[in-house]
């Protein structure tokens, strides 16, 4: 069986702040890191592929210094990875992205499986599995909390929130999987370093014989307008003073006022 | 040409000829939309004997409601769904799509976007229109402390999955009609895709929504230790452990824990924020909370923007002193 796990990398901190000057985002300084979900997806699929056997190939769209993410994503088991960087690639919107995914998904060829993390940290969208499943056009599963495989299908629970529904998709699918679906392996730093010799491939817009107006800002429809930081609302907060014990104190009172003791 | 396309629809979710709640709170903001552009409100209602639901979508605000029933219709999968919704909206070009940013609108939201070829912005929480007329979508980005305004400026239709409860539905209008357009489309079945099974989700804990205390912790809880502190004292409180994205993230606690724009909405007695910075999606989650506490060593922190009390201190100092201090009173 042959698997695609799609990873992004992402700022490793929420603490993004926008320049006053220019109003745009500061990233100077702020590392990067693997989008945490879609290490549940790698976990999801080297736990197929141990059962199963084949291959599992990580596929990264960004900047020259992703491979760190897919050296991570090597160190964890995965037996290929494709670096999709090119100039042309960036401003992509999830439109963009989803047509350049289905590009690379397509020149790699013969894959049965495709997995995705629920939602990357920095984006939120979750937008990005179901699209390429549409641009490849096969079924998908999102919200998966579990995952196997048997007579070319793949059978999933998806977690609804109140409800969770049993659902299976024959070959080649798109699964969507939920940062709960498993613990994701550890990639040691001597893994990390046996994994060096794997092989990692760049892919540019041309090798993928990518259509440029779908591509980055031109494929991209929907676009930032305006970026500002949310008005503070003006509630009273009531700031305790003092040492631990005598802020515990104040506390346990206004827990006895609410009667929540 | 983008002036071809007119209207605001609004994907009437259903499932078992029931109505999402999300879908009379998009017509209501259709209804502000509507105030800007002029245009037609038009719920569209995919499914199999759902015609019923027709007059609950007039009494709630759609001008029109385009019906279309399908055996292959009668419950939600994804491919037949994206083949119906592409040919009414390649045929009726509307210029506004909106979807709930429910499970179903986002397992089925972005294959439109990919079949029609334009926008779609992801789980907004507000819509609007600028200074320049240009129609926009809120949404919380790069976690959570900046918000943008997303915008679909050349492609039609401009599409967005919006939040639940952004914004009241109407009070309804008794008896309210409008025009009820039947389409008859060609939907082929997915042979590729099947539904086994329905079933109520477990849970791991009570649930977070009902619970009178919670107990949260963020980024700043490392360790199972501290971890510990939050739960012992939530337990002593009679209440709820929970936690903003990171703790869940790092595989802390489960899914089901988490309180935010991507998680639960809880509305608790007493909300105590444990070294929780508070992001706009965090804060979407526990706003409502009658008594908002946080705990965390930067004063600067947005949590205090909305906190009623607030303890600008270590927490792995606070708590033990606070838990020694409840269970001295309990005694």
Same mark, same amino acid.
């Given at each position: 069986m042959k698997i695609l796990v799609f990873v992004k990398q992402v700022p490793d901190t929420d603490d993004v702040k926008l320049d006053?000057?220019?109003?745009?985002?500061?990233?100077?300084g702020v590392k990067s890191m693997m989008n945490p979900m879609d290490a549940n997806a790698i976990e999801a699929a080297l736990q197929l592929r141990e059962k199963h056997g084949g291959s599992v190939c990580v596929v990264t769209m960004g900047l020259p210094m992703a491979t760190e993410v897919q050296k991570k994503a090597l160190g964890m088991g995965c037996d290929e990875a494709f670096l999709l960087s090119d100039?042309?690639?960036?401003?992509?919107?999830t439109l963009a992205t989803s047509y350049t995914l289905a590009k690379a998904a397509e020149k790699i060829g013969g894959y049965d499986l495709l997995l995705f993390g629920?939602?990357?940290?920095?984006?939120?969208?979750?937008?990005t599995g179901p699209a390429v499943a549409a641009q490849l056009g096969i079924p998908q599963i999102s919200f998966a909390s579990s995952i196997e495989v048997e007579d070319g299908w793949v059978c999933c629970d998806r977690d609804l929130g109140d409800t969770v529904q049993r659902v299976r998709a024959k070959l080649p699918a798109a699964v969507i999987v939920n940062g709960g679906i498993n613990k994701p392996r550890y990639a040691t730093p001597i893994n990390i370093m046996r994994a060096q010799k794997k092989p990692r491939t760049v892919w540019t817009a041309a090798d993928l014989g990518c259509?440029?107006?779908?591509?980055?800002t031109p494929g991209s429809p929907s676009s930032t307008k305006k970026v500002f930081e949310p008005e503070k609302r003006n509630t009273d907060t009531r700031y305790l003073t003092g040492s631990p014990e005598e802020m515990a104190k104040a506390l346990a009172d206004l827990l006895e006022n609410e009667h929540l003791l | 040409m983008k002036s071809d396309y007119k209207g605001i629809w609004v994907f009437a979710e259903q499932e078992n000829g029931r109505l999402h709640p999300t879908v009379l709170e998009l017509l209501a903001k259709s209804k502000e939309l509507q105030k800007h552009n002029g245009e037609k409100i038009t719920a569209v209602l995919l499914g199999a !004997?759902?015609? *019923?639901?027709a007059d609950t979508l007039f009494a709630y605000g759609a001008d029109a409601v385009l019906l279309c029933e399908n055996e292959v219709l009668r419950s939600y999968s994804a491919r037949p769904y994206q083949q119906a919704l592409t040919q009414l909206a390649e045929k009726y070009k509307p210029s506004i799509i909106l979807y709930g940013a429910t499970p179903l609108g986002r397992d089925l939201a972005p294959r439109l976007m990919v079949a029609l070829d334009t926008g779609l912005t992801a789980d907004a929480i507000d819509l609007g229109f600028d200074e320049d007329g240009v129609f926009y979508q809120t949404t919380p980005g790069y976690g959570g402390k900046i918000l943008a305004h997303i915008v679909i400026l050349?492609?039609?239709?401009?599409m967005a999955t919006v939040h639940p409860q952004i914004c009241a539905p109407i009070e309804p209008i008794p008896g309210a009609s409008g025009e009820l357009i039947k389409e008859t489309l060609c939907v082929e079945p997915d042979c *590729?895709? @099947?539904?086994?099974e329905t079933r109520a989700a477990e849970k791991t804990g009570e649930s977070l929504t009902e619970a009178k205390v919670v107990v949260a912790g963020g980024r700043?809880?490392?360790t199972e230790e501290e971890l510990a502190m939050l739960r012992e004292l939530a337990g002593l409180l009679g209440g709820q452990l929970a936690s903003s994205r990171p703790l869940v993230d790092n595989g802390?606690?489960?899914? !089901?824990?988490q309180i935010g724009q991507s998680g639960a909405t809880v509305s608790p007695e007493l909300m105590l924020n444990v070294a929780i910075s508070g992001s706009v999606q965090y804060q979407l989650g526990m706003?409502?909370?009658k008594c908002i506490v946080a705990i965390n060593q930067? @004063? !600067? *922190?947005?949590i205090y923007d909305i906190a009623h009390v607030g303890a600008v201190t270590d927490y792995k100092k606070l708590l033990p002193a606070l838990i020694e201090e409840i269970k001295a009173r309990k005694k």
């Open positions: 006053p000057k220019t109003g745009n985002l500061r990233r100077d100039r042309p690639f960036g401003g992509a919107d629920r939602l990357a940290t920095d984006g939120d969208t979750a937008q259509d440029m107006a779908k591509i980055g | !004997d759902v015609s *019923a639901l050349e492609r039609r239709p401009q *590729a895709y @099947e539904v086994l700043g809880v490392k802390m606690l489960p899914h !089901d824990r706003q409502k909370a930067s @004063e !600067d *922190a947005p």
